[in-house]
């Protein structure tokens, strides 16, 4: 499968946990973002990384929120001390390096946060 | 403030006719739209895209119309088919160096047999 993978697809947590997600994107590619959707919302920016530069963050990223793509391959997304109000799909998607193109987005990891 | 407005959360077709999903923003600074389709419990799955400076692209049964002027984008999906029953997400590139999509809220489609 050359699709982007997401481990874990579920993830279930007690308050104040941390947690962390990783993202596999389509090999070659060089662009990886990070979203979150909630029930009833379409998908929100969370970051995008351009191999291992991290360049562009949303407001949405608080302190509490960290991301890394320590080689330019694979990417983790942690969050510490987590909120009843983390609880959201977080998406991760990739795409080649050009002017116009699409994101392929991953299949989710679902964050229940009790 | 909600720059992509999808303002029909739902839209019932008969298999065979035509869908018309419609999204109007209020960004002048989207330069590229996409559209994603999405199933549950699944991830966005990108169906077409067109850039700022053309008004219409086609592809198969589905074609995107972008009337800038007007700030306002539809889908066209002929003939519809049952398979083609999702969330559908309009999806602009924030454009001036960012690769940020903003997505609306999404209009979901169901296509009858």
């Known amino acids: 499968d050359t699709g982007v993978s997401q481990n874990p697809r579920h993830k279930i947590t007690k308050r104040g946990q941390n947690v962390t997600f990783r993202c596999d994107p389509i090999s070659e590619h060089n662009r990886l973002y990070w979203y979150r959707q909630t029930l009833g919302q379409g998908p929100e920016f969370l970051t995008y990384?351009?191999?291992?530069?991290?360049?562009?963050k949303s407001r949405l990223l608080s302190d509490r929120f960290s991301a890394e793509r320590p080689k330019g391959s694979f990417s983790t997304l942690e969050i510490q001390r987590t909120e009843q109000g983390d609880s959201a799909m977080y998406l991760c998607?990739?795409?080649?390096?050009?002017?116009?193109?699409?994101?392929?987005f991953g299949p989710g990891t679902r964050l229940t946060v009790l | 403030d909600q720059q992509v407005k999808q303002n029909s959360p739902s839209l019932s077709v008969q298999e065979g006719r035509i869908s018309i999903l419609n999204c109007d923003y209020t960004?002048?600074?989207?330069?590229?739209f996409l559209w994603y389709k999405k199933y549950p419990a699944e991830g966005p799955t990108f169906l077409i895209s067109i850039s700022s400076i053309k008004d219409k692209n086609e592809d198969g049964r589905f074609t995107v119309f972008l009337n800038k002027s007007a700030k306002h984008l539809s889908l066209h999906i002929v003939p519809s088919q049952p398979g083609d029953s999702a969330v559908y997400f309009c999806a602009p590139r924030r454009g001036g160096g960012s690769e940020k999509l903003v997505f609306g809220k999404g209009t979901k489609l169901t296509v009858n047999p």
């Open positions: 998607a990739s795409s080649p390096d050009s002017s116009y193109n699409e994101q392929f």
């Open positions: 960004n002048s600074m989207f330069d590229y």
């Open positions: 990384f351009q191999n291992e530069a991290q360049l562009e």
